[in-house]
T-cell receptor, first 116, second 115 residues
């Protein structure tokens, strides 16, 4: 596997379900990101992890819970979601997400989430 | 605060036409980075280019070219002789170099290239 992979690619869940999204990067990067992409809206940054530590939580509701066990893996645990949470969830990684660098991000294919 | 404006929302062209995607940005920083990404129907954002604020040279890569004009805060992207495979959503993004800098995206431009 190369680049950034995400599983599952599609997920349908009820509002009372608990599910997790998984992201894995094979680029040797130290920073990982979760973004939400809703229809007709700009990409919204949700969380940033640098060297496994969370460095950004962009006022995300607690029903979204990230986990970064190591620099290569990132999870997004979902529980008690609302229909408006339906969106494409994109994971990205970069060499070093801390200040100063050009730091282009490389994205996974996303998980298309539908909340019924 | 950073802001990226992509005023065009949807563009439709016929194959082999040239097309320019506009991007205007706002930042208080003197040092910053600009990016273009392509998002095909598969969903994955593909990195196309990075430009830093000190380098105003235009860049050409095959059929793609970028025009960075600091005076007008614009970083426009031109596709020459467009092809059907160019159909995608294109995002312009900005990252400054502040302590908590993050990548700020525009809303994206949906480009449709018809055969």
């Amino acid at each position: 596997e190369t680049g950034v992979t995400q599983t599952p690619r599609h997920l349908v869940m009820g509002m009372t379900n608990k599910k997790s999204l998984k992201c894995e990067q094979h680029l040797g990067h130290n920073a990982m990101y979760w973004y939400k992409q809703s229809a007709k809206k700009p990409l919204e940054l949700m969380f940033v992890y640098n060297f496994k530590e969370q460095t950004e939580n962009n006022s995300v509701p607690s029903r979204f819970s990230p986990e970064c066990p190591n620099s290569s893996h990132l999870f997004l645990h979902l529980h008690t979601l609302q229909p408006e949470d339906s969106a494409l969830y994109l994971c990205a990684s970069s060499h070093n997400g801390l200040a100063g660098g050009p730091d282009e991000q490389f994205f996974g294919p996303g998980t298309r989430l539908t909340v019924l | 605060a950073q802001k990226v404006t992509q005023a065009q929302t949807e563009i439709s062209v016929v194959e082999k036409e040239d097309v320019t995607l506009d991007c205007v940005y706002e930042t208080r920083d003197t040092t910053y980075y600009l990016f273009w990404y392509k998002q095909p129907p598969s969903g994955e954002l593909v990195f196309l280019i990075r430009r830093n604020s000190f380098d105003e040279q235009n860049e050409i890569s095959g059929r793609y070219s970028w025009n960075f004009q600091k005076s007008t805060s614009s970083f426009n992207f031109t596709i020459t002789a467009s092809q059907v495979v160019d159909s995608a959503v294109y995002f312009c993004a900005l990252r400054d170099t502040g302590a908590n800098s993050k990548l700020t995206f525009g809303k994206g431009i949906t480009l449709s290239v018809r055969p």
